[in-house]
């Protein structure tokens, strides 16, 4: 019994932590592309190889936050994952907000 419910949460986990976005979206007239990997339950790993925090998940979007200076600006990102998209904004003093919008693929 032991062993059987080892196994359903190493599926289980390994299930978690396979989950990978990719959003493209225009910025500066070309086009991006944004990689997303899920990193253990609280974070993303991004295509830089950087850590960035989930801080709200539900069944129908991920927030992700990250602080590029702190105390100065950082990057809110939202993927919605019913509808597929990708929101991303730029916040912080001495930084004129941006909206960014795009389409993301789960794999």
Known sequence: MKQLFFILVLFFSSCVFAETYICAFESDG???TQKFERF???YFKNGNGSLENIVFENELFIHIHTIVE???WAVLRIIDKRNNKYTQSLVGNDVSPNKITGICVKN
């Open 30 to 32: 070309e086009t991006k």
């Open 40 to 42: 253990g339950f609280d």
């Open 70 to 72: 702190p105390g100065t």
